[in-house]
């Protein structure tokens, strides 16, 4: 079996796709072959060129075709015809997985639309970066970032181990988190900020005084309004699918802006007092972020063993735990939905 | 004359007043002598062994005494004490100039406080980065940022000069301003962007969510929240300068939050053009704004010429251009108030 060749496929190759594919090729698996999938034939083009994947197929049927694992990383919304088709054109056995960043809806999909006998892993990893496209590919752009993991309910074990093993592979951490949980938490940290560094951006430029305005504006302006170069179509889709989640954010932070308006108006030491507040704790959270993770991956040296990791049977220390949170959260003693590596025990 | 020491005193040894130093020190201007002066000691010593300040002084009075030309780099609502200050100990025609980002205040306020024989010149340099104080002090931080310069009414020829020698030095692009529509259009760009990055900030972290939260956030929410880390001295005061152009810009962010609330709600391909012409919109910015700057100044050759440049004489050519600004303004017929390199002929 370690002599035989195993089939990854990607279908959408824009910047998370054709990352995944560089990070791969990176961990210079044996045997393993990734073919990609995108409906822009210049994003296949571009995802071959930088060798983040071995070859490209025009036809899903082709792509997906005797492949072990397919990786979805396409905008939200493309995640349900791409159901249908694979529902269809699915392997016997295929674990599947996705990129996207709203998870409720598609973990709802794929109960909805998938055959029982594929296994469905929803996976989120949490980074991005300004450029977007197959060009800003980068195989270190997972490296010591979470990586939210959804096991649909019928996921077998191995399923789950290979996409824990995908994100070992790609240098992630996984977390294990409920997807309704997952869309609102990520509406405060992710979705939300994409609209209001998009706002930022859109009041400035069509304000009248743009012209005037926009010499002045230096690095402060440039960071906060850097999400509004994000790809438009995965920007609507997020929206779209996960309207209840920054819908309540947004209006948390009107809330918040009018908090503040009120402290300029009225109460300037409540106003020094919440910046001072920020700035410690703002502090505080760069120095927890900035913890050094784990070590990089130790790779497994023989080819056997290097499969496994991506198609089962590696990762079983992690799998334990895992195990032993969800048997917790049944239980209903642990901190609901959400953990790391460091709330065990 | 050459021969003679110059000195330049720096008052408030931050990030700004440092980075000056550092400045001016890599110029490697002959003769001229940097005295640093802080409320803080830790400030003062850090600024002289990072070699941003040739000695300091515990006292104002010392600190000034015979300097050619007094930098203001503290939090703005320090400014006004200090004019008071000056007021008796400024020596007879010497220059003053501060960073203030505010500056309506601040000219009112020297307008009020100053004597008629110092030149009090309006300047702010729009650079900023996340770390505050001495420590931070980047002799770069200024190069290819504009630089607002906003001479008061009885500035001499010679000050004004003497200030685009600065600007010069530090290696920014001044653009002269009226001093209310500085701090509208900063506002914009600048000071309720910080109240929004501090908000986003403190909403998630006194969230009830945070710790299930936190170890979802990405680069996106570090890059939007780091205005929050900004000394919150500086944010108050700034706060505290310009409460209208803030509130007005908190205002219209407030309703375009909302207006893109509703796109989410309703409107779909309302909020896909918007999210499209977004991201169009700010790849040309920063194509403009990555534009070459002027090359690096030619420094002059002989000791001379150095101190001319930062006392007077020198910038001949730029003066001249802005003296035709003026001109222009004061007939009406220019384009209010901002002006800047291109906008000659």
Not at 3 to 24: D, F, N, Q, R, W
Not at 40 to 46: L, V, W
């Amino acid at each position: 079996m370690a002599a035989a060749e195993e089939k990854v496929t990607i279908i959408g190759l824009g910047l998370m796709g054709a990352s995944i594919g560089l990070a791969l090729k990176a961990a210079k698996l044996p045997n393993l072959r990734i073919v990609g999938h995108d409906l822009e034939g210049d994003a296949m083009k571009t995802a071959e060129k930088r060798g983040a994947v071995d070859s490209t197929e025009r036809h899903l049927e082709g792509a997906v075709e005797g492949a072990r694992m397919i990786i979805l990383a396409p905008p939200p919304l493309a995640i349900r015809p791409l159901f249908e088709d694979l529902a269809e054109l699915a392997p016997q056995g295929c674990i599947i997985t996705d990129v996207s960043s709203t998870k409720a809806e598609v973990m709802r999909w794929a109960k909805e639309l998938l055959p029982e006998h594929v296994s469905f892993v929803g996976g989120h990893p949490m980074a991005g970066k300004e450029e977007s496209g197959p060009r800003a590919a980068d195989a270190d752009l997972f490296r010591g970032k979470a990586y939210a993991v959804i096991p649909s309910t019928n996921a077998t074990d191995g399923a789950v181990k290979s996409v824990l093993g995908l994100v070992s592979i790609l240098g992630a951490e996984p977390i294990f988190i409920d997807a309704e949980e997952h869309d609102q938490y990520v509406a405060a940290i992710s979705h939300m900020p994409i609209v209001v560094s998009t706002a930022l951006f859109t009041l400035a430029r069509n304000s009248p005084g743009w012209n005037e305005i926009s010499p002045l504006a230096s690095s402060g302006f440039r960071d906060l309004t850097r999400l509004a170069s994000g790809d438009p179509y995965m920007n609507h889709d997020i929206c779209v699918t996960n309207p209840d989640g920054i819908v309540h954010w947004l209006d948390r932070m009107i809330a918040e802006l009018r908090r503040y308006r009120d402290l300029i108006m009225d109460d300037h030491e409540g106003l020094f007092n919440t910046f001072n507040a920020a700035q410690l704790q703002r502090e505080a959270y760069l120095v927890g972020a900035d913890r050094p993770v784990r070590e990089r991956v130790e790779m497994p040296s023989t080819g056997d063993q290097m499969n496994a990791m991506l198609f089962g049977g590696w990762a079983a220390d992690r799998y334990k735990k895992y195990e032993k949170i969800m048997r917790r959260n049944e239980r209903g003693d642990a901190r609901p939905g959400v953990t790391d590596d460091d709330d065990d025990e």
